[in-house]
């Protein structure tokens, strides 16, 4: 079955950056569109990011738009979050998910995606 793994979360200062990944197994990475949610402790998982099949379409969260950047490697069965001029309330566990085929106008909802990861820790603190 359908298998996410994120990984390269870690500490890091307020204004810095960092990149967090997910890696795909278990079927054809190019049949899903993926996203990237988070959550902070005592709070809501709240959507980030997501990007299309081709890669070509990606929509972000308010919270993080025009700082954070989702790409895909097809060819890796990766996907990533670029994630610039970090602030504390960026600290969450980062959560990719899957959805079979395509996106829609659902695709801030957590109900929209059929797979997930387990999450990586981010934590942004001076």
């Known amino acids: 079955q359908v298998q996410l793994a994120e990984s390269g979360g870690e500490f890091v200062q307020p204004g810095g950056s960092l990149r967090v990944s997910c890696t795909f197994s278990?079927?054809?990475?190019?049949?899903?569109?993926m996203a990237w949610f988070r959550q902070a402790p005592g709070k809501e998982r709240e959507f980030v990011a997501v990007?299309?099949?081709?890669?070509?379409?990606?929509l972000y969260g308010d919270s993080v738009k025009g700082r954070f950047t989702i790409s895909k490697d097809n060819a890796k069965n990766t996907m990533y979050l670029q994630m610039n001029s970090v602030k504390p309330e960026d600290t969450a566990v980062y959560y990719c998910?899957?959805?079979?085929?395509?996106?829609?106008?659902?695709?801030?909802?957590?109900?929209?995606?059929?797979?997930w990861g387990q999450g990586t820790q981010v934590t942004v603190s001076s």
């Open positions: 998910a899957a959805r079979y085929l395509y996106y829609s106008m659902d695709y801030s909802q957590k109900t929209a995606y059929d797979f």
């Open positions: 278990g079927g054809n990475f190019k049949n899903y569109a």
């Open positions: 990007i299309s099949r081709n890669g070509d379409t990606t």
